[in-house]
């Protein structure tokens, strides 16, 4: 499985990003779907990711504030991220879970900055 992720950027605390993720290869072994982060000197997290029947699941962090949809159809997956503060600066990962070896799958990660 390939994944190509996309955004990112400067963004202002309050503000909002809206990250991107397309897997492509080996989509039908995907079972879930989803986003991690590592901010510097800190381990990587997750932030939310959603399953192939559509359970999603969030990081305490961005419960009320993170919204991550998909599309299967385009095996495309993409958070929307609201009310953005400087905790958020990290390196965002885009991440699948298969049913094949090697189970897990890392796209290129993509940095959101969030500061005035």
């Known amino acids: 499985v390939q994944l190509q992720a996309s955004g990112g950027g400067l963004v202002q605390p309050g503000g909002s990003q809206r990250l991107s993720c397309v897997a492509s290869?080996?989509?039908?072994?995907?079972?879930?779907m989803g986003w991690y982060r590592q901010a510097p000197g800190k381990q990587r997290e997750l932030v939310a990711d959603?399953?192939?029947?559509?359970?999603?699941k969030y990081a305490d962090s961005a419960k009320g504030r993170f919204t991550i949809s998909r599309d299967n159809a385009k095996n495309w997956v993409y958070p929307q991220m609201n009310s953005l503060n400087s905790e958020d600066t990290a390196i965002y990962y885009c991440n699948t879970e298969t049913t094949e070896f090697p189970y897990r799958y890392w796209g290129q990660g993509t940095q959101v900055t969030v500061s005035s």
């Open positions: 959603i399953t192939n029947a559509g359970t999603k």
């Open positions: 290869g080996s989509v039908n072994t995907i079972v879930t």
